[in-house]
């Protein structure tokens, strides 16, 4: 059974950083692109940055909201994939999922999801 947990959301100032994980079992981690989708109150699903199942600075993708603010990882020794959120603005409040693609490059058709993790932006 896929299973994708996250964690590593919270309450944080503007101009705060926040790591957010999601560590993943049940399927073969590093054959398989990675991507984290957010939502915000009120608002759809917004996708926010993928990295293809290699890693590497290479095969990783933004939102343009988020280009130079987010950093996506991932140890694929550790089924872990990860997101550094610096520079964080109010905007940026939403629950935060961690979604397993359906090949190792970014597809956008997502397989899998975690159960999400609320990430607040305020003074």
């Known amino acids: 059974e896929v299973q994708l947990v996250e964690s590593g959301g919270g309450l944080v100032q503007p101009g705060g950083s926040l790591r957010l994980s999601c560590a993943a079992s049940?399927?073969?981690?590093?054959?398989?692109?990675m991507s984290w989708v957010r939502q915000a109150p009120g608002k759809g699903l917004e996708w926010v940055s993928a990295?293809?199942?290699?890693?590497?600075?290479?095969?990783?993708s933004y939102v343009d909201s988020v280009k130079g603010r987010f950093t996506i990882s991932r140890d694929n020794a550790k089924n872990t994939v990860y997101l550094q959120m610096n520079s964080l603005n109010p905007e940026d409040t939403a629950v935060y999922y961690c979604?397993?693609?359906?090949?190792?490059?970014?597809?956008?058709?997502?397989?899998?999801w975690g159960q999400g993790t609320q990430v607040t932006v305020s003074s």
């Open positions: 979604a397993k693609d359906l090949s190792s490059t970014w597809s956008g058709v997502f397989a899998s």
């Open positions: 990295i293809n199942a290699g890693g590497g600075s290479g095969s990783t």
């Open positions: 049940g399927f073969t981690f590093s054959s398989y692109a």
